[in-house]
């Protein structure tokens, strides 16, 4: 790679960074391109080359956090992993997230179509995943397998829409709400064997 890409490329990563641990932090709203530039001590000259607008950035944010988010989940499915492992670690992983992200960061994203876009895409991607997920688990003796899981998909979907849409997130802690999501939503479809596995591993978090 010519010296100039490599320089560019680690740019990238600097501003996505920091970037990210801002909007985290204080929110989309309140963090303007100048403070991003000045966190990373170069000219906002330099960061609109890279970055034409806020939008561009915040997409690949999300874009960054969805890979590394996928990396780590990917690396904690080794052989002997069964599919509760697996949600409990999602849901230690979404915890330890949402745990730093001030909640004017998720209502700020309302604002930028390009992100909606975004997570409506993601969303779908992962209804396709969940169905290799849940036939995973009936395999493996966790789920039923006389469940209509399109209808717990809509009904799953429906839950998550109702915290977002009336920020739950602001009365109780995403910790809460994901341990509440799952034992609501998962362990309704669990066998005896998954429902006895859930519970011990879910009482560790």
Known sequence: MHVENI???ELKDKILQSATLMFYNNGIRKVKMDDIANNLKISKRTLYEIYEKKEDLLFEVLQRVEKINIQRLEEFDKPGTNVID???EALRLKSEEFSKVNPEFLQDMEKYP????YIKAKHNRQGLQAIDFLNRGIKEGYFLSNVNFEI???LADAGGHYI????LYNKYSFKEIFKTFVMLYVRGICTAKGVELLDKSIDKL
């Open 114 to 117: 390009k992100l909606i876009e």
């Open 164 to 167: 977002m849409s009336n920020f």
């Open 86 to 88: 697996i949600i409990i």
């Open 152 to 154: 717990v998909n809509i």
């Open 7 to 9: 320089y560019r490329q």
